[in-house]
């Protein structure tokens, strides 16, 4: 009936750099003004359960269209992450490419905070943090320090 036309799929891993990497992490006193306006140092609160787990940056692709509840949506549902970063102006081709820094717990990874990047102007972006890690002032909170590649 024609032609068929097959496509094979190379296994072979292929290894890329992401643009964003953990420098440090530090368990410090939270203060409200240390989160303002910085997009390389981030201060998350890590439940109990999850302080023996590691810290990983990952793109949106590799953990998929997960649920996430940023601060200011606290007390309603959570909303899937794509859908964040539509209500933020990520344009739909940048979407998968959107870092985040997650934390493994069991056999999954949960977001802890997403970057999202200014679109409008020349500014580098910022860092939303989950409510579930969302930190309080006079707490101890984890310092995560980020650099970009």
């Not at 692709?61 to 970063?85: H, T």
């Amino acid at each position: 009936n024609g032609s068929v036309l097959t496509l094979l799929h190379d296994t072979e891993s292929v290894s890329e750099t992401l643009p964003w990497y953990i420098v440090e992490t530090k368990s410090v006193q939270f203060d409200r003004n240390d989160q303002e306006g910085s997009d390389t140092e981030l201060f998350v609160s890590i439940p109990r359960r999850l302080e023996k787990s590691a810290l990983t940056m990952k793109r949106i692709k590799d953990v998929g269209n997960v649920m996430f509840l940023p601060e200011w949506r606290k007390r309603r549902s959570p909303i899937k992450i794509k859908e964040l970063l539509r209500g933020q102006k990520i344009p739909l081709h940048l979407r998968d490419e959107t870092m985040v820094l997650c934390i493994s717990s069991e056999d999954k990874d949960e977001i802890v905070a997403v970057h999202v990047h200014d679109t409008d102007t020349r500014n580098v972006g910022k860092w939303i943090v989950q409510s579930y890690f969302h930190p309080t002032k006079g707490n101890s909170v984890t310092k995560v320090k980020l650099a970009r590649t």
